[in-house]
Structure formats: C-alpha cells, structure tokens
C-alpha cells in the first residue's frame, strides 16, 4: 500500500503468504483459515502532539456554534406543551375496538418476500394435476 502523508511518500508491504506458517498446536487453531482483519497505524509522537492541540481549539469552536445553533432554533428544543395540530384527512389513527385481544402470531423467520416464494412453492406442490401417459 503506497500513500503520501503531508507530503512525504510511504510504503507498507505485508508478508506473504507463503512465509507464513503455525507454529504448534495453540497457534494452528488461531489462524483455521478464516479471514482476519488487521490495522496498523504509524504515528509520529510529534504529530499527536499538535493534532490533539488541534482538537482543543476546534472543540470549543464546535460548542461556540452548537450554542449558537441551539439558541436560533430554541423553539424545536422546547418541551411541548400541548398536542400536536390535527391533520385533516391524513390523521393517521388506530382505532381501537372494545374487549378486542392482543394478536398472537409468531414473528416469521424469513423476510417477507422470501415467505412468499416459499409459501408460493409449497402451495405449487401441493396442487393435483392430473399425470398424462
């Protein structure tokens, strides 16, 4: 992998495969050939420095403008204090119906299209079609 940070050129090579092998018994069952993900990130100590030097001043800047922002749009943050509007025709209601029971029904455990190619299946099997000779 090749990249360029602030402007000098850098280069990581991996090992390959072939040079890799287990060592014993511990380790055979560590790599059982399923795919692993690694990062590795190089730093310089100096960098770290400056960078969280960075991050103080432009955290206070972020407050200054999450403050500004909170108290330009303070109307949407408030608490309501009475019910919403109603909506005309598209007020959206579940109507409840009185001694009604709660529905029972075990969740499915395909995705609703895939239940109904299956369904689908099942009932095409099931039909009788008359055998011809």
């Known amino acids: 992998m090749e990249f360029k940070f602030k402007g000098k050129q ?17 380790s055979a069952k560590l790599m059982d050939g399923t795919t692993k993900l690694y990062l590795l ?8 420095q400056i960078d969280c030097m960075q991050s ?8 200054q403008e999450l403050k500004q ?8 943050f408030e608490e309501a ?10 007020d959206h209601r579940i109507s409840l119906e009185s001694e009604s029971k ?9 995705p609703l ?7 689908g299946l099942g009932h095409s099997k099931l039909l009788l079609q008359p055998l011809e000779k």
């Open 56 to 63: 103080k001043t432009h955290e206070s800047g972020q407050k």
């Open 10 to 26: 850098f280069c990581l090579k991996g090992i390959p495969p072939q040079k890799c092998k287990a060592v014993g018994e511990p």
């Open 69 to 76: 922002l909170l108290h330009r749009f303070s109307g949407i």
């Open 113 to 119: 299209k895939q239940r109904d190619i299956i369904e």
């Open 102 to 110: 709660p529905v029972n029904i075990r969740p499915y455990r395909y």
């Open 81 to 90: 204090q009475e019910l919403p509007p109603s909506r005309g025709v598209f």
């Open 41 to 48: 990130q190089l730093v310089d100590s100096n960098v770290i």
